[in-house]
C-alpha cells in the first residue's frame, strides 16, 4: 500500500471556481459545499463557484472557503479509496488536515475558521500590519535582518515554506525595513504579499486569545492519522495537544519546510495537495526533488491521484 501525505493549503489559494467541477462530478463534493452554507448560514458555495473576486478575498470567507474547497476534494479522495498515512496543513490548512485525521469535524471546523478569520482581521487596524516574502536568502541571515529592523516596529519570520522562500509579518515599518535590510544582505527578491494582517506575528495575539476561547467549546478527538503540527514540525498525537497548538499556531512561524522533512523521514510514497491550487506542490518540489507530488482539486486530477495508486498494488 502506497504511503501518501495528504496537504492541505492556506490562505492566498482561493480562486473564483474552486470546487465547482468537483460538486458537479461528484455528490460527496456537492454535499460538502452544501453543508458548510448550513453551517454557515450563507451561500459560500456561490462565492466560491461564481465569486466576486474581491468577496472571496476577505479573510473571514477565505478561510472557510478554502477548508471547504479542501474538504469536498478530500471527501472525494476517500470516496475514490484514498487513504493517507500523514496529513498536514499551511497555517489555515492545518484545520483541513484535522478534519482528514478525524480529530475535528467538519461543520465545527467551518464555522472555527470563519470566526479566526474574523479574529485575525480585527487583531491589527487596516493597513498597521504587512507581510513579505523574501526569496534567496539563508533563514539566519534574514533573522538578523529581523532583529536589526526591530527598533522600526515587531518583525518576525513567519512562514519558512521551502529552500530560499521565508515570509516576514508585523508592523508595515519594520517589515519594509527588514526587507531593504535583506536585499543588502543578498536576498534575490522580497515581494510585499496583499493580505489584510500580520499573520502569524506576535501583533495576532488578540486573535488568539479569543480562539482560545472558542476552541474551548469545540469537541476535538485525537487524531486517528498521523498528523504534523506546523509549530513545532512534529507529530502530534492527542486532542489536547492538538487544541494547544492551534492557539498557538495563530502567533507562531509555520515551519513548512521542517514539517514536510519530518514526513520525509518518516517513510511516505508520494504528496498530494487537496484542496485549490498547488502552492504547496511548489514548496515540496524545492525541498525533496525525487518525491512524486500530486495535487487534487478537480476530477482530473484526483484521477491523476487514483493511478498512481494502482501503479503500486
Given at each position: 500500500?502506497?504511503?501518501?501525505?495528504?496537504?492541505?493549503?492556506?490562505?492566498?489559494?482561493?480562486?473564483?471556481?474552486?470546487?465547482?467541477?468537483?460538486?458537479?462530478?461528484?455528490?460527496?463534493?456537492?454535499?460538502?459545499?452544501?453543508?458548510?452554507?448550513?453551517?454557515?448560514?450563507?451561500?459560500?458555495?456561490?462565492?466560491?463557484?461564481?465569486?466576486?473576486?474581491?468577496?472571496?478575498?476577505?479573510?473571514?470567507?477565505?478561510?472557510?472557503?478554502?477548508?471547504?474547497?479542501?474538504?469536498?476534494?478530500?471527501?472525494?479522495?476517500?470516496?475514490?479509496?484514498?487513504?493517507?498515512?500523514?496529513?498536514?496543513?499551511?497555517?489555515?490548512?492545518?484545520?483541513?488536515?484535522?478534519?482528514?485525521?478525524?480529530?475535528?469535524?467538519?461543520?465545527?471546523?467551518?464555522?472555527?475558521?470563519?470566526?479566526?478569520?474574523?479574529?485575525?482581521?480585527?487583531?491589527?487596524?487596516?493597513?498597521?500590519?504587512?507581510?513579505?516574502?523574501?526569496?534567496?536568502?539563508?533563514?539566519?541571515?534574514?533573522?538578523?535582518?529581523?532583529?536589526?529592523?526591530?527598533?522600526?516596529?515587531?518583525?518576525?519570520?513567519?512562514?519558512?515554506?521551502?529552500?530560499?522562500?521565508?515570509?516576514?509579518?508585523?508592523?508595515?515599518?519594520?517589515?519594509?525595513?527588514?526587507?531593504?535590510?535583506?536585499?543588502?544582505?543578498?536576498?534575490?527578491?522580497?515581494?510585499?504579499?496583499?493580505?489584510?494582517?500580520?499573520?502569524?506575528?506576535?501583533?495576532?495575539?488578540?486573535?488568539?486569545?479569543?480562539?482560545?476561547?472558542?476552541?474551548?467549546?469545540?469537541?476535538?478527538?485525537?487524531?486517528?492519522?498521523?498528523?504534523?503540527?506546523?509549530?513545532?514540525?512534529?507529530?502530534?498525537?492527542?486532542?489536547?495537544?492538538?487544541?494547544?497548538?492551534?492557539?498557538?499556531?495563530?502567533?507562531?512561524?509555520?515551519?513548512w519546510e521542517e514539517s514536510m522533512r519530518?514526513?520525509?523521514?518518516?517513510?511516505?510514497?508520494?504528496?498530494?495537495?487537496?484542496?485549490?491550487?498547488?502552492?504547496?506542490?511548489?514548496?515540496?518540489?524545492?525541498?525533496?526533488?525525487?518525491?512524486?507530488?500530486?495535487?487534487?482539486?478537480?476530477?482530473?486530477?484526483?484521477?491523476?491521484?487514483?493511478?498512481?495508486?494502482?501503479?503500486?498494488?
Amino acid at each position: 500500500m502506497r504511503r501518501l501525505a495528504f496537504i492541505f493549503p492556506g490562505q492566498g489559494s482561493q480562486y473564483v471556481g474552486m470546487g465547482r467541477q468537483l460538486a458537479e462530478h461528484y455528490p460527496v463534493a456537492a454535499k460538502t459545499f452544501s453543508e458548510a452554507n448550513a453551517a454557515l448560514g450563507f451561500d459560500l458555495q456561490s462565492l466560491c463557484f461564481n465569486g466576486p473576486e474581491e468577496g472571496l478575498k476577505e479573510t473571514a470567507v477565505t478561510q472557510p472557503a478554502i477548508l471547504t474547497a479542501s474538504v469536498a476534494a478530500l471527501n472525494v479522495l476517500l470516496e475514490l479509496g484514498a487513504r493517507p498515512t500523514y496529513v498536514a496543513g499551511h497555517s489555515l490548512g492545518e484545520y483541513s488536515a484535522l478534519v482528514a485525521a478525524g480529530a475535528l469535524k467538519f461543520a465545527d471546523a467551518v464555522r472555527l475558521v470563519r470566526r479566526r478569520g474574523e479574529l485575525m482581521a480585527a487583531a491589527v487596524p487596516d493597513g498597521q500590519g504587512s507581510m513579505a516574502a523574501v526569496l534567496g536568502l539563508e533563514a539566519s541571515r534574514l533573522a538578523e535582518a529581523c532583529r536589526a529592523a526591530s527598533d522600526a516596529g515587531v518583525v518576525e519570520m513567519a512562514n519558512l515554506n521551502c529552500p530560499g522562500q521565508i515570509v516576514i509579518s508585523g508592523s508595515r515599518a519594520a517589515v519594509q525595513k527588514a526587507g531593504e535590510l535583506a536585499r543588502a544582505a543578498g536576498a534575490k527578491r522580497v515581494v510585499e504579499l496583499q493580505v489584510s494582517g500580520p499573520f502569524h506575528s506576535s501583533l495576532m495575539a488578540p486573535a488568539a486569545e479569543g480562539l482560545s476561547r472558542l476552541l474551548a467549546a469545540v469537541e476535538l478527538a485525537d487524531p486517528r492519522v498521523k498528523f504534523v503540527a506546523n509549530i513545532e514540525a512534529d507529530f502530534v498525537e492527542t486532542a489536547k495537544e492538538v487544541r494547544e497548538r492551534l492557539i498557538r499556531q495563530v502567533v507562531a512561524s509555520v515551519r513548512w519546510e521542517e514539517s514536510m522533512r519530518r514526513i520525509l523521514d518518516a517513510g511516505v510514497d508520494a504528496f498530494v495537495e487537496v484542496g485549490p491550487g498547488k502552492v504547496l506542490n511548489g514548496f515540496i518540489r524545492k525541498i525533496d526533488r525525487d518525491v512524486p507530488v500530486f495535487n487534487a482539486e478537480d476530477p482530473e486530477s484526483c484521477q491523476k491521484v487514483l493511478a498512481f495508486l494502482k501503479e503500486g498494488l
